[in-house]
């Protein structure tokens, strides 16, 4: 397991390196046949990766942010089913003794159809660690996830600019 851990981060370091380098400003997404725009606050890039997630990058914070669609989601129930996957998801990025911090839950969005949100808490690097993940539709039936990780202190540092990224999200 660790061998597959070790391999997957190199895996996700190679592509994110890779990718097309955007700065600060209106990103739309996915980048062939967009369905919503969000806004990247100043101090932020964003960054295509080959498989077509976007990950955002806070300059000097250690914190992992990408936006992926949601393939198996298409309703609240299916949310909810989701984060036993989501535990095993982020046990990838190396985070232990993950848990849910309590159920999926509604989330209220000024642009977005329908919203679901649910809190891991772990530990990373032997840090209190929390994996948030934000299930959303900017129009019915086409789910996307944001994943956002990070220790505490880096979420709490960095989560103005989080909030704003995600009440800038539109449909198109």
Known sequence: ????????????????????????????????????TLEVPDGWKSNFTDDGSLTLEKTGAELLCS??????????????????TFTEFVKMFGMEDVKAAGPVTDVPLPNVAKAYGVDLNGKLGGKDGVCKFLIFAPKEGKYFMLVVMGTIETLAATSEDGGKIVKSITAK
Not at 9 to 34: C, H, I, M, N, W
Not at 68 to 83: F, G, R, T
């Open 1 to 36: 397991m660790m061998k597959f851990t070790r391999l997957f981060a190199l895996v996700f370091l190679v592509s994110f390196a890779a990718a097309v380098q955007l700065r600060a400003g209106t990103v739309e997404y996915p980048k062939t046949d967009p369905v919503f």
């Open 67 to 84: 936006i992926m669609p949601a393939k198996d989601i298409k309703d609240e129930a299916s949310a909810k089913a989701s984060v036993p």
